[in-house]
């Protein structure tokens, strides 16, 4: 391949490059002009220790109820000389939107 060849692909994706930055840039000006705003996304939590006979069945019903599995860990305890064992989940879904001003994050 010459220089020739080799500098007229540059150019060409130069330009290619240059024209899909001016739409997005374009597009998304005309989404701010029209009004469209993103909002931040406002989760509700809570958490959940289902014993393993329990889990199969609690998973679902979690599931049904729009909660994804945020972080889970099987923890152990002793009562009485027994070991029982759970899953502890922290679990979120989609929040209402709120009515008022939001708290800061700290």
């Not at 692909?9 to 490059?17: E, F």
């Not at 996304?41 to 199969?56: N, V």
């Amino acid at each position: 391949m010459n220089d020739d060849t080799q500098l007229a692909k540059l150019i060409m994706t130069s330009r290619l490059i240059l024209f899909v930055a001016v739409v997005l840039l374009a597009v998304q000006s005309w989404q701010v002009l029209q009004g469209h705003t993103t909002q931040r996304q406002l989760w509700e939590y809570t958490i959940e220790a289902p014993t393993d006979a329990a889990l199969p069945k609690r998973l679902t019903a979690i599931g049904l109820n729009g909660w994804e599995i945020v972080s889970a860990r099987r923890a152990t305890s002793e009562v009485n000389g027994e070991t029982i064992a759970a899953y502890e989940m922290i679990l979120r879904r989609p929040a209402a939107k709120p009515t008022g001003e939001l708290p800061p994050i700290p």
